[in-house]
């Protein structure tokens, strides 16, 4: 029998249905692949010949490139074809298909209408189910449960500021979560949080962000471009938001005072902003090149910012750079995977948002591979410290690599979660 608050949640998702649907076609002024593949949100995926071992689910592109290791693992032991991999976002969907091809099914994952998952559900007819991160969908986990497939929360977070909001529907959120076989925390406090919540089957396993594995051919590509910037001083702004351009500008300004050769590599969040931002890049008055258009940037200081304006080449540009700051923490975003430039032994710069990543942070902090700060000025002032000091950045680069590979393993302790399930489901 339906509780009071599930039969709510369900009535208002059919009525936000009409806007949600709006929604995707007005997001596809900007960027059309959302008015692409409507049918794959409604459930609508060719029916698999045999049942898919792993459905595995990373919203967008952090969460896509946490899964990566993961999904190269499941698709060794069960073969190609065997894992099913969704997203939300089309940039997410890009980085999954560059990255797998056909090795992977790959679709968008359907909204959380019972019918909608349940034609999914029918016709992926997964062995097991892996959701990246806290992605909390009642009807679907309910509907696994009730089919008896293990659903795994994996590299599960919970900030404090959701906590609190969750806290709220402490009986409901309890009735979800124990809808999963077992939920992977990140962290033993977020872990704790999902106890106070309700969740009876919680481990603290480690962020699986620490075992990301760089290419070589992206590296290579970083050389190359460094190379082609010769031995300018140079920055990366990674995973802006808007607003943060403003202040990273303003920044760059700055340290061009001290350094009037220096190059801001400047890569923003989403692409459907790429255009707007080489825009306020030029109202800004500095002479820009772009990626997409292959423009040289130069070794002298012609060029005072490189736009970034290409997906899927994040560690390119971190290993064409001296330091990095990492986007959406000088705004309140919640920050991006400060992991990636530190696995890189690049010294790592942040704001005060970083909630989404706190573990993270106080780790960085705490390991001397990082720094705070809260403002265009402050963030000026640690870039040109850095520039200035050789010694310091080798020493923050390294002690942020050090920091990251003393804290692998985390994939393993998944693997066994998920090998578990499967075995338990199997033997139902």
């Known amino acids: 029998m339906l509780s009071f608050m599930r039969l709510l949640y369900i009535c208002l998702l059919y009525l936000a249905g009409p806007f949600v649907l709006w929604r995707l076609w007005w997001r596809g002024r900007r960027q059309p692949e959302y008015r692409q593949r409507i049918g794959e949100r409604l459930g609508c995926v060719a029916l698999s010949p045999v049942p898919i071992a792993v459905w595995v689910h990373a919203v967008s592109v952090g969460e896509s490139v946490a899964a990566f290791p993961l999904i190269e693992v499941l698709l060794a032991r069960h073969g190609e074809g065997q894992v099913w991999v969704t997203t939300t976002t089309p940039t997410g969907s890009a980085r999954i298909v560059a990255r797998f091809g056909t090795r992977v099914r790959h679709s968008y994952a359907p909204y959380d209408w019972p019918g909608a998952v349940?034609?999914?559900?029918?016709?992926?007819?997964?062995?097991?189910?892996?959701?990246?991160?806290?992605?909390?969908?009642?009807?679907?986990?309910?509907?696994?449960?009730?089919?008896g497939v293990p659903l795994v929360i994996a590299n599960a977070r919970l900030s404090p500021r959701s906590f609190r909001g969750y806290s709220h529907l402490r009986r409901s959120m309890a009735s979800v979560l124990n809808d999963c076989r077992t939920i992977a925390a990140q962290s033993e406090a977020d872990a704790g949080r999902f106890r106070q919540l309700g969740a009876r089957r919680v481990q603290a396993v480690g962020n699986l962000k620490f075992d990301l594995v760089v290419r070589q051919a992206q590296l290579v590509g970083g050389q190359v471009l460094r190379a082609a910037c010769g031995s300018r001083p140079t920055w990366v702004a990674a995973s802006t938001h808007e607003g943060e351009e403003t202040l990273v500008l303003e920044a760059h300004r700055q340290v061009r005072e001290r350094f009037p050769d220096a190059l801001l590599i400047l890569v923003p969040r989403h692409p459907e902003r790429f255009d707007a931002v080489a825009a306020q890049v030029a109202r800004a008055e500095f002479v820009t090149v772009r990626r997409s258009a292959g423009e040289a940037?130069?070794?002298?200081?012609?060029?005072?910012?490189?736009?970034?304006?290409?997906?899927?080449?994040?560690?390119?540009?971190?290993?064409?750079?001296?330091?990095?700051?990492?986007?959406?923490?000088?705004?309140?975003?919640?920050?991006?995977?400060?992991?990636?430039?530190?696995?890189?032994?690049?010294?790592v710069l942040f704001g005060p948002h970083m909630h989404n990543f706190e573990a993270a942070r106080a780790l960085l902090l705490e390991r001397e591979a990082a720094c705070e700060v809260r403002d265009a000025e402050a963030l000026a002032a640690a870039v040109q410290a850095l520039f200035a000091d050789p010694g310091e950045r080798q020493h923050q680069g390294e002690a942020g690599r050090a920091a990251v590979s003393d804290n692998r393993g985390t994939l393993e302790r998944l693997l066994a979660i998920v090998d578990d399930c499967m075995k338990g489901a199997r033997s139902a």
């Open 118 to 147: 349940a034609r999914f559900v029918a016709r992926v007819r997964p062995q097991c189910v892996v959701v990246m991160e806290t992605e909390l969908w009642p009807n679907l986990f309910r509907h696994l449960a009730r089919r």
């Open 297 to 347: 940037v130069g070794t002298e200081r012609t060029a005072a910012v490189l736009l970034g304006d290409t997906m899927g080449e994040m560690f390119t540009y971190l290993a064409a750079a001296d330091v990095a700051f990492v986007g959406g923490s000088l705004v309140p975003v919640g920050g991006h995977n400060v992991l990636e430039p530190a696995a890189l032994g690049l010294p």
